[in-house]
Structure formats: structure tokens, C-alpha cells
């Protein structure tokens, strides 16, 4: 079994859609990270949890400790937000990541 | 502007034949990382350096090998012991092992 799983691996929304991406962990943990990875293959960290809840423009990331389970929510989404977002675990000397959800925001 | 750095962007390598791949970061991170990505699959770990000097065998290190002679600098050489070398590869660094990591924009290797 993977230590940590996402949901869904891919996803199609129309443009202005609330977006929810999920991911679910079954190791002990100092942190999630989302990430965002473009068509050209960078990376960009968009949100570091421990706790609670981040809020930074149209983006929301939550983390459940107890349940394993954080989501990454786009309010209004649009195409430019079409990426492969990636959840990765902190908790050692490394990162463990998914295998990243595929997302295509459609005009 | 601080950021990090891979060349080239694109790296062609021939049956039997070593490559170095360059990442520089001017972030003044003590932790370096490079990581392997194929389709399909989660970014998977080749080496580490927590400091100057120093580094760590990851997850997939068999075939790469790396140096870590300056702070700002982790090349990566593929050499040609790594059998299946094509891929996508991802430099990143932090202030430290449990920090936030930055991402280079990664280097295409592909073999002729």
C-alpha cells in the first residue's frame, strides 16, 4: 500500500468550477506540502500544513492529523490553473509524494 | 532574483556515456535534493546533501552519482551504470531537511 494516495488522478472542469483535490496518508508526519507542477515540468510549493487550514487567493488547503486527509480546494477555477498538483509528506529527511492529480480547466 | 537553477534543459546521452547535470541555487539553502520523475509515477529521491561536503544515498542512487563542493552547487552525473537513464530530472533545495523545498525547472534526459 502506497503512504500516500490522491484523488482523482485526473480531472476536467468547466472554467468557474470549485475544484477539490484529495489526499490521504497512513505514515506519521511533521507536514504536507501541495505542489504545483506546469506543462514544462516546474515545480512551485504552494501551501506547507501541519495544521489546520491555508488560504492564499483562490486557493485552500486543509489537513485532518487525525484522519490522514488533507484537500486542496480552487474556488473560481480557470484554465491557467490546469496543472499536475502533487501532495508530498514531510516527516524524515525527505519527502514522499504522490503520484499528483492531473488538472484541466476547460474555457 | 534568488532562485534555482538546472541546465540544460534538455540532455541527449549515448549508449555508454557519462552526463553531468548542473544545479546551482543562489538561495543560500544548507539542503540540496535531486529527484528522478517518471510517467506515471511520484517524484522519486537519488541523492541528498544536508550541508557542504556531505551526502546521503536516496531512494534510486545505483548508476548516479553527485558532489557537493560549494554551498550554492549539486551536479548530478549520470553515468553509465544507470540503465534506464530517461527521465525527467528535478533539482530543489531548503533551508533545511524538514523546510519547504524549491524546485529548479528540471532537466529532460533522453538516450540515443
Known amino acids: 500500500k502506497n503512504e500516500v494516495e490522491q484523488s482523482p488522478q485526473n480531472l476536467t472542469a468547466q472554467e468557474g468550477e470549485f475544484i477539490t483535490i484529495n489526499c490521504s496518508y497512513s505514515?506519521?508526519?511533521?507536514?504536507l506540502h501541495w505542489l504545483q507542477q506546469h506543462p514544462g515540468g516546474g515545480i512551485v510549493s504552494l501551501f506547507m500544513?501541519?495544521?489546520g487550514k491555508k488560504k492564499h487567493g483562490r486557493l485552500i488547503a486543509t489537513i485532518n492529523i487525525q484522519e490522514k486527509h488533507s484537500s486542496l480546494h480552487i474556488t473560481a477555477s480557470h484554465p491557467r490553473d490546469s496543472a499536475v498538483y502533487i501532495c508530498?509528506?514531510?516527516?524524515?529527511?525527505?519527502?514522499?509524494f504522490g503520484t499528483g492529480t492531473r488538472l484541466k480547466v476547460l474555457a | 532574483d534568488g532562485g534555482i537553477t538546472q541546465s540544460p534543459k534538455y540532455l541527449f546521452r549515448k549508449e555508454g556515456q557519462n552526463v553531468t547535470l548542473s544545479c546551482e541555487q543562489n538561495l543560500n539553502h544548507d539542503a540540496m535534493y535531486w529527484y528522478r520523475q517518471d510517467p506515471g509515477q511520484g517524484l522519486r529521491l537519488i541523492y541528498y546533501?544536508?550541508?557542504?561536503?556531505?551526502?546521503q544515498k536516496g531512494d534510486i542512487a545505483e548508476g548516479y552519482s553527485v558532489s557537493r563542493e560549494k554551498k550554492e552547487s549539486f551536479p548530478l552525473t549520470v553515468t553509465s551504470a544507470q540503465k534506464n537513464p530517461t527521465a525527467f530530472y528535478l533539482c530543489?533545495?531548503?533551508?533545511?531537511?524538514?523546510?519547504?523545498?524549491?524546485f529548479g525547472p528540471g532537466t529532460r534526459l533522453l538516450v540515443l
Open positions: 508530498a509528506l514531510s516527516g524524515t529527511y525527505k519527502y514522499i
Open positions: 500544513l501541519s495544521s
Open positions: 530543489a533545495s531548503s533551508t533545511g531537511v524538514l523546510e519547504t523545498q524549491y
Open positions: 546533501s544536508q550541508i557542504v561536503n556531505d551526502f
Open positions: 505514515v506519521g508526519i511533521s507536514a
